[in-house]
C-alpha cells in the first residue's frame, strides 16, 4: 500500500492491520542469544546506517533471537541489567515484533515472545510503503504505568531516550550481521495503538523496520 493512500485511510479511521499469514503461536522461545562474535564496535559504527528496501524473506529464529538481545535483552543476569539504559531501572520500554504471522512482545527474562494480537499490524507501522512487506517491524512502547518514580513532565522525555538507545542497538547488531533496518517516527500512531490493543498508560514511541537488504538481481 503506498503513503498517499495509508495516509487517507488514517484520515478516516481506516488504516487496520492484515489477517495474520501462517499460525502464531502463543509463545515463542528463542534460542539462546549469541553474545561474542560480530564485527569490533568502531566497524559496526563505520558501517551503521539507514537503508529502505528489505528482502520479504524472514529471519532465521537465531539471528532474531540475536537481535532482541542486542535491543533490549539481558547482560547482567545477577542484576538483570539490560543491554540498553533505563532511568531508574523502570525497564519502561516494551519491544513488540510485528512479523506476518502476529504481533509479538519479547520477554528479556526468558528470552521469549509472547503473542499479541494473531493479525498482520506491519502495514499500520508507518505510513512508507516498505514497512508492508519487510519481514519484521519492531515496535517501541512505553508504558509509563511503570514510571512512578519519574516526575510526569518527564516521563516521556525518559522513555524516548531509553527507545533511541535500543534502536542505536540495533542499528550496530545489524551493522555487524549484514542486515538493513531504519528507525522510523513518521507512523500513525493511534491507528497503531489501536492495532496493537494498548491501554491508556502505553504509548507508541518509534517503529523500527529490519530485513536482508534487497538485492537486485542481475542478467
Not at 539481558?74 to 506476518?100: K, W
Not at 519484521?136 to 509509563?144: E, P, Q, S, T, W
Not at 514510571?147 to 531516550?161: G, H, I, N, T, W
Request: charged letters at 15%.
Amino acid at each position: 500500500m503506498n503513503t498517499l493512500t495509508k495516509m487517507a485511510l488514517g484520515l478516516i479511521g481506516q488504516l487496520k492491520p492484515q489477517p495474520a499469514d501462517g499460525d502464531a503461536a502463543s509463545t515463542t522461545y528463542l534460542p539462546a542469544a549469541n553474545t561474542t562474535g560480530g564485527l569490533p564496535l568502531m566497524q559496526a559504527l563505520a558501517q551503521r546506517q539507514s537503508q529502505r528496501e528489505f528482502d520479504p524473506a524472514p529471519l532465521p529464529l537465531q539471528m532474531l533471537s540475536d537481535l532482541l538481545w542486542a535491543a533490549a535483552g539481558i547482560n547482567r543476569s545477577e542484576l538483570a541489567g539490560r543491554t540498553a539504559p533505563s532511568a531508574m531501572n523502570a525497564q519502561e520500554v516494551d519491544v513488540y515484533v510485528a512479523l506476518p504471522e502476529g504481533l509479538y512482545r519479547y520477554a528479556a527474562p526468558t528470552q521469549t515472545l509472547h503473542l499479541v494480537r494473531a493479525t498482520d499490524v506491519r502495514r499500520v507501522t508507518g505510513y512508507q510503503d516498505f514497512v508492508d512487506t519487510a519481514p519484521l517491524d519492531l515496535v517501541l512502547v512505553a508504558d509509563h504505568a511503570r514510571m512512578k518514580l519519574v516526575p510526569a513532565a518527564q516521563r516521556e522525555a525518559f522513555a524516548f531516550a531509553a527507545a533511541g538507545a535500543m534502536a542505536q542497538n540495533v542499528y550496530l547488531y545489524c551493522a555487524s550481521a549484514g542486515l538493513a533496518t531504519v528507525i522510523r517516527a513518521w507512523l500513525d500512531r493511534d491507528a497503531l495503538a489501536q492495532a496493537m490493543g494498548l491501554n491508556n498508560d502505553q504509548q507508541v514511541l518509534l517503529s523500527q523496520t529490519v530485513g536482508r537488504p534487497k538485492t537486485v538481481a542481475t542478467a
